[in-house]
């Protein structure tokens, strides 16, 4: 699928800061030259430019962004071009006090940072709208500007009057009258009912702290809100040319706004990817990140960019690692493998101050061309090429397995108090159900509680720590094993409804006969507490953290506990319903647990694999296309041993048989 048929093509580049070096036209004319020998084909430009765009109110300096695009053009690099919405220049500040943003002990921002605008703010708005408009009626038609960049990294909230103003009316429309928003977020309790709509104030460090319903509305009401703002920048580009499609970037394990909803406001998703490798556990970290890219190919049910990623290191974590040999081409190609048509960098030349100063980028300071970095980064290039014509319109296979991520849930999770409160690890536990099926070469979509997500396609639907369960989905999920579908979930699930309160008459709310278990209590384990789940083989695996305890209506026992007062009860446990099949794990099994679940769920179902060879620990296959991408995370060198013939696309060379495969290495399979 093409989001750029004025260049379609996997994009090889990055963020570009041409506005940095106007006083060096000697840079940016060897910037391009630099980018031929690189295998760049496209740069992200404008995203932080506003000051130089706009340097007084109403006065526009588009001159040198002529120049830059032209030479770009000339050059035959095309451009992906940003509104610069995301830090705003002094002078707005100045003027406009109302355009920063307050936080939630009412004090509101100084200028400076970026992503500290008022959302809300009436001036704000029109501002960008004014720019984006002047941008596009100069650009949109320029055969060099291939997609635009709306904003950058949103993020965040505001606690000023217009945005207090902005969510009482969102609670009207959702609510209609008090007394509907009272019952929702149970005010009776410590005598918080509500009697005016102007006594509701957002939740804050000087407010509200304990009425779980208004956390989750609120963030509910930030992710509408940003989406409102997206949504606007969206029209003013396109209300120009309205076949410029349109993206913004995401970010990993992003919690303030609901990334599915989010999504629907784009043409296309993009996101920032900066794993921290070498730091321990690289499968560990390249499942992870794989899951990432699953979820944003996952968004839209559609190939994704990847906006930003770094070319060596970056400078804003503790430890700023540097990425060991033969690791830039591997996880380059890890997110292509997932569905990615791009791999873009911030950034393209380092700055020579400010906050990202020292951020890794393809040119450093010295500006040269020949160095390990570029090096790696023309190897990406090369491969992007290589690879054009096999894969650029071949998707990946349907996937036949699905797991339920959802952010009202994720929200409620972490705002319950209970089990281990404040610590329940919701992304954490879906990557290590996640890890199991990506060990095994399965592909994995994901979904939501949204009631636009069709069940029907998966043999396999994952639902781990579901705590917050929607009536209607609730029904979904019967319906979906009803006809044959096999679904797996776990502790923690069906607990409360969308608005926080807790189902009355047993959890899993709607499903005890589905899964033929009803949970009763959650217990929370320290960590020097030893419990196990023991399989029916005898086979023991440890849990930590949570063990739930199911009362049995009639689903057959696979696992028990092996310790305390629950020992010999059931951990694990399979029931028939309808056509279909219901696991439930009431516990937090190890990975070496889920592992052996899904391996042999994967059996069960003859869910289709990348590869069906055994691989060594690390090794992992993944399918797009056809063709199979063989990435060694394991840190090591590793024997592998195939027993079909390919031929590996980035080198043209055949593989088969037995042979090594280097520490970090790489291959793209087809036969």
């Not at 400010?354 to 090096?375: C, I, L, N, P, S």
């Amino acid at each position: 699928m093409t989001f750029t048929p004025r260049f379609p093509a996997f994009l090889h580049g990055g963020d570009y800061n041409p506005d940095q070096w106007i006083d060096r036209p000697d840079i940016l004319d060897r910037d391009v030259e630099l980018m031929h020998e690189a295998h760049v084909n496209c740069v992200s430009i404008g995203i932080f430019s506003w000051a130089m765009l706009e340097p007084e109110e109403g006065v526009y300096r588009f001159e040198w962004l002529d120049s830059v695009i032209d030479r770009l053009w000339k050059g035959g690099i095309r451009v992906i071009l940003a509104t610069p919405s995301g830090a705003r220049p002094a002078w707005m500040a100045q003027k406009y006090p109302e355009v920063l943003r307050v936080n939630d002990h009412y004090q509101r921002a100084h200028f400076g940072g970026r992503h500290n605008h008022c959302l809300t703010s009436p001036v704000y708005r029109r501002k960008v709208r004014e720019l984006d408009t002047r941008l596009a009626q100069r650009y949109a038609n320029h055969p060099a500007v291939i997609l635009w960049h709306l904003s950058n990294e949103m993020s965040g909230s505001c606690w000023c009057p217009l945005c207090q103003e902005q969510w009482r009316g969102w609670l009207k429309e959702k609510y209609g009258t008090l007394d509907n928003l009272n019952a929702a977020w149970w005010t009776t309790f410590w005598s918080h009912r509500y009697t005016d709509w102007s006594q509701v104030e957002a939740p804050g460090g000087l407010g509200e702290s304990s009425t779980n319903g208004m956390f989750i509305d609120w963030r509910r009401f930030s992710t509408w809100q940003c989406k409102t703002f997206m949504t606007a920048e969206k029209e003013a580009v396109q209300a120009v040319n309205p076949d410029l499609k349109v993206t913004a970037n995401l970010m990993e394990r992003f919690w303030d706004y609901d990334y599915f909803d989010l999504a629907e406001g784009m043409d296309v998703v993009s996101w920032d990817s900066y794993p921290m490798w070498h730091s321990g556990d690289d499968v560990a970290r390249a499942a992870e990140f794989a899951m990432n890219h699953d979820m944003m190919r996952s968004f839209k049910d559609q190939p994704f960019l990847l906006m930003e990623s770094t070319p060596s290191q970056v400078n804003w974590k503790p430890i700023n690692k540097l990425k060991r040999p033969g690791m830039h081409l591997l996880s380059s190609l890890q997110a292509l493998a997932h569905g990615s048509q791009s791999v873009l960098y911030f950034q393209w030349r380092k700055g020579r101050g400010a906050a990202e100063q020292f951020h890794g980028a393809v040119v450093d300071h010295d500006g040269r061309g020949d160095t390990r970095v570029f090096r790696d980064v023309t190897q990406v290039g090369k491969a992007l090429e290589t690879l054009q014509a096999p894969l650029y319109n071949a998707p990946k296979q349907p996937a036949q397995a699905c797991i339920i991520y959802d952010w009202s849930n994720w929200w409620a999770i972490d705002y319950a108090q209970t089990g281990q409160a404040k610590n329940m690890q919701y992304f954490d536990t879906v990557n290590m159900h996640y890890r199991s099926l990506w060990q095994l070469g399965v592909n994995v979509d994901f979904r939501d509680e949204r009631d636009c997500t069709d069940l029907s396609r998966y043999q396999l639907v994952i639902c781990p720590m579901l705590f917050m369960l929607k009536e209607s989905f609730a029904q979904k999920l019967r319906a979906y094993v009803e006809k044959g579908g096999t679904l797996l979930m776990t502790y923690f699930s069906g607990v409360v409804d969308e608005s926080g309160l807790a189902w009355l008459g047993g959890a899993p709310h709607g499903l005890i006969d589905v899964l033929g278990v009803r949970a009763t209590e959650l217990d929370a384990l320290f960590p020097e507490d030893q419990q196990a789940l023991v399989m029916n083989d005898d086979r023991r695996y440890a849990i930590r953290e949570l063990c739930e305890i199911p009362e049995m209506h009639g689903a057959e026992t696979l696992g028990v506990y092996a310790e305390d007062f629950y020992g010999g009860m059931p951990c694990l446990t399979k029931h028939a319903f309808g056509k279909g099949q219901a696991y439930y794990l009431a516990a937090k099994a190890e990975q070496a647990g889920l592992d052996a679940i899904y391996a042999a769920l994967a059996d069960a179902l003859a869910l289709p694999r990348a590869l069906t060879d055994t691989l060594p620990e690390g090794v992992i296959a993944t399918e797009r296309g056809g063709a199979i991408f063989l990435q060694n995370y394991s840190g090591k060198a590793q024997q592998v041993t195939l027993a079909g013939r390919y031929t590996d696309l980035l080198t043209g060379e055949a593989v088969s048989g037995t042979f090594d495969f280097a520490v970090n290495g790489v291959m793209v399979l087809a036969q």
